[in-house]
């Protein structure tokens, strides 16, 4: 399963975490499947206290979601990294996914998960990625 970005962003200088997470979140709320957002919110929100570095400069900020019909993703490139978020080893977050899944259906979740670890193992497409210039070149890439 490939899943297409619904929001993808491009920043050109460092920026906040919680910043980047908002406008990709408002994107996901504002796409094209219905979901109560506040709770969407709450449970993402407890999701990130537990950690969503996933490596490789990932940060993976993702939750399951009561009726959603399809998963919803978007996709955020800071090659000069995200501040304002702890990453253990002192990495530097340069890629963030947030992921919203249906809560039933854990395969979809999985799936996704694993197209986006592939990807960014790939050296080439990582590099590719981090000189995207604009939105559409960072879409091309899915």
Not at 1 to 14: N, R
Not at 73 to 93: D, L, N, S, W, Y
Request: overall charge negative.
């Amino acid at each position: 399963m490939i899943l297409l970005p619904i929001y993808a962003k491009v920043y050109s200088e460092p920026t906040a975490f919680n910043v980047a997470l908002g406008y990709s979140y408002d994107a996901l709320v504002h796409g094209p499947c219905s979901f109560d957002a506040a709770l969407t919110w709450k449970n993402l929100m407890e999701r990130v206290g537990q950690g969503i570095y996933m490596g490789e400069g990932l940060l993976l900020p993702h939750t399951r979601v009561p009726g959603l019909i399809q998963p919803l993703m978007a996709f955020v490139v800071c090659p000069q990294g995200f501040t304002g978020i702890e990453i253990r080893g002192g990495g530097v977050a340069q890629f963030m996914c947030t992921l919203l899944s249906p809560a039933e259906s854990a395969m979809a979740h999985t799936q996704v998960i694993a197209d986006m670890a592939k990807k960014l193992l790939d050296s080439q497409w990582k590099s590719v990625a981090l000189s995207a210039k604009n939105e559409e070149d960072l879409r091309a890439l899915f």
